[in-house]
């Protein structure tokens, strides 16, 4: 199951999950979860490539086996865990890296989330037609592959919607 959430619970008050790149739960995944816990989140990282991390080197394999055995899809098993540590906790957040950042982002609609930060997901832009049920935080580059600021434009009047650019390399 990729969504296992087998962390014993003691903050009960605010929960975050962190949404890895296509790489997995490497050591820029496990610093940002560590930022976290120091700062009184329980952290919930699910590894969704159910495997050792690939290496930077490996991205091109990295981004195949999340396209052929993952996909933007298990965004659905990442909302039904909002929903489960919404029973338990105050405040359930989701911050997602790259495709993480892309599925935090197709989890904006779940009203049980309390907020969202999505950086540099590029993918937003195959899923503008949605609407945030809660407060979202985009971060962009303005350095990428796609048109960042007609994506921002498809989206920036949406409700609950914050949406930064800055300069910096993907």
Known sequence: ????????????????????????????????????????????????????????????????????????????????????????????????FSVGATIAWRCCENSLCSGIISCYGSRIRDYTSLTPACPVLLLFTRKNSFDVHTLVCQLQNKPHLSILEFDAEH
């Open 1 to 96: 199951e990729v969504m296992a959430l087998n962390k014993k619970v003691e903050n009960w008050k605010r929960a975050i999950i962190v949404l890895h790149e296509i790489y997995g739960v490497n050591e820029f995944i496990q610093e940002q979860c560590q930022k976290f816990r120091e700062a009184d989140y329980d952290v919930f990282c699910p590894n969704m490539i159910d495997k050792p991390p690939f290496s930077y080197e490996k991205s091109a394999e990295a981004y195949d086996f999340f396209r052929k055995n993952i996909g933007f899809e298990v965004y659905k098993k990442v909302s039904t865990s909002i929903s489960k540590l919404k029973e338990k906790y105050d405040k359930v957040f989701v911050i997602g």
